[in-house]
């Protein structure tokens, strides 16, 4: 759920910021979108770093399927 968060608030603050109007709400929608997908991509990593050290196999796992190619 993190990630797609990030994601959509990552894509909408740089759409926004595409806009070929000139305001300063624009630019602190935009600043604040990025800002959200910014600490939402934080967080979503975070939570996926502790989900693969309780199964650290898996991690291994995929590290050696990707070597053997």
Known sequence: MLWTAAK??????IL???LPVR???KRKVS???TTIGA???RFALL???KTA?????ATFNVQR???RR
């Not at 050290?53 to 196999?57: G, I, K, L």
């Open 8 to 13: 959509a608030a990552l894509v909408t603050g």
């Open 53 to 57: 050290a309780r199964e650290p196999r």
């Open 23 to 25: 305001s300063p709400l």
């Open 65 to 67: 399927s990707r070597m």
């Open 31 to 33: 600043g604040a979108l």
């Open 47 to 49: 939570e996926a770093g």
């Open 39 to 41: 600490i939402c991509l």
């Open 16 to 18: 926004v910021e595409l």
